[in-house]
């Protein structure tokens, strides 16, 4: 059964840095399409970052320069590395898995989310 | 930016109601790179509907998807207590990917 499990949410000081950890397990994840999601408290989701299988990266407007993914296929990890946090960056963030189903890679299965809390 | 519009924003039905949510584009979606997500309360999100209206696994046939261009639709033939939850769609074509702002159902 596969799961992906977050770890290293918390509270951060503004023009802090963090990093998030999703552990992958139960599926070849070296060679999934994976994706960061948030959602501010109360608020929609937002895409943050993807990751192909090797080195290719993505990113919304709104983390570019800021937040860096990679991930270490040997370990089965997806990690966020974020800087220079701001207030607008509060949210929980869901790690994805993307699948190729069909034509493209819809966003198939969730992780149960970290929250990161950006507060002096 | 493809911008997606939810409608209605919350929408109040009794159990075996038929619901349905509209999600429309900003601009066309030549593919039909199309889904929707249910979300419950304290939940992440779970993938139902991918490539606009094929229902992903363990997702009832009482939901159906379909759409083309800038109009999509999430069909819920027969409301069921556990529906109520909040219902996204999103396109996963066009960087960047985005979501809709989300409709809520309520079943009464």
């Known amino acids: 059964e596969a799961q992906l499990l977050e770890s290293g949410g918390g509270l951060v000081q503004p023009g802090g840095s963090l990093r998030l950890s999703c552990a992958a397990s139960g599926f070849t994840f070296s060679t999934c399409l994976m994706s960061w999601v948030r959602q501010a408290p109360g608020k929609g989701l937002e895409w943050v970052s993807t990751l192909d299988g090797t080195t290719s990266t993505y990113y919304a407007d709104s983390v570019r320069g800021r937040f860096i993914v990679s991930r270490d296929n040997s370990k089965n990890m997806l990690y966020l590395q974020m800087n220079s946090l701001r207030a607008e960056d509060t949210a929980v963030y869901y790690c994805v898995r993307r699948l190729k189903l069909g034509g493209g890679y819809p966003f198939e299965f969730w992780g149960q989310g970290a929250l990161i809390t950006v507060s002096s | 930016e493809i911008i997606l519009t939810q409608s209605p924003g919350t929408l109040s039905l009794s159990p075996g109601e038929r619901a349905t949510l509209s999600c429309r584009a900003s601009?066309?979606?030549?593919?039909?790179?199309v889904a929707w997500f249910q979300q419950k309360p304290g939940q992440a999100p779970r993938l139902l509907i991918y490539?606009?209206?094929i229902r992903a696994t363990g997702t009832p046939d009482r939901f159906s998807g379909s759409g083309s261009g800038t109009d999509f639709t999430l069909a819920i033939s027969r409301l069921e207590p556990e529906d109520s939850a909040i219902y996204y769609c999103?396109?996963?074509?066009?960087?960047?990917?985005?979501f809709g702002g989300g409709t809520k159902v309520e079943i009464k």
């Open positions: 601009q066309s979606i030549t593919t039909i790179y």
């Open positions: 999103q396109q996963y074509f066009d960087a960047p990917l985005t």
């Open positions: 490539d606009t209206s």
